[in-house]
Nanobody
Framework: QVQLVESGGGLVQAGGSLRLSCAASGRTFSRCAAGWFRQAPGKEREFVVA????????YYADSVKGRFTISRDNAKNTVYLQMNSLKPEDTAVYYC????????????????????WGQGTQVTVSS
């Protein structure tokens, strides 16, 4: 079982930066792929970025490429999302998610690939 807790959200001006953290409990987290999704009011949850369990590949939505960076520190059981050059359209609740161990599929952008979810953290970007 993996439990996820996000932190680091807040209010920032356009062009600013935030770093989100996702702290995981459970000894298997280092063998799980992890991703970030977001959901804005009135919109469906959308994929943002993911990292595979072996920390060798990352996957980004086109809307955040070049601005967001995902990383993981397995010694700390934590995944990070560094968000730079934030835009008002990045405003959403950001959710951390993890797959089951040793996920080898290719559907990182699909919420169906993930078995564990955090409660979300609000990110608001003002113009």
């Amino acid at each position: 079982q993996v439990q996820l807790v996000e932190s680091g959200g807040g209010l920032v001006q356009a062009g600013g930066s935030l770093r989100l953290s996702c702290a995981a409990s459970g000894r298997t987290f280092s063998r799980c792929a992890a991703g970030w999704f977001r959901q804005a009011p009135g919109k469906e949850r959308e994929f943002v970025v993911a990292i595979n369990w072996s920390d060798t590949s990352t996957y980004y939505a086109d809307s955040v490429k070049g601005r967001f960076t995902i990383s993981r520190d397995n010694a700390k059981n934590t995944v990070y999302l560094q968000m730079n050059s934030l835009k008002p359209e990045d405003t959403a609740v950001y959710y951390c998610a993890a797959t089951s161990p040793y996920y080898t599929g290719s559907r990182y952008a699909s919420w169906r690939a993930y078995d564990y979810w955090g409660q979300g953290t609000q990110v608001t970007v003002s113009s």
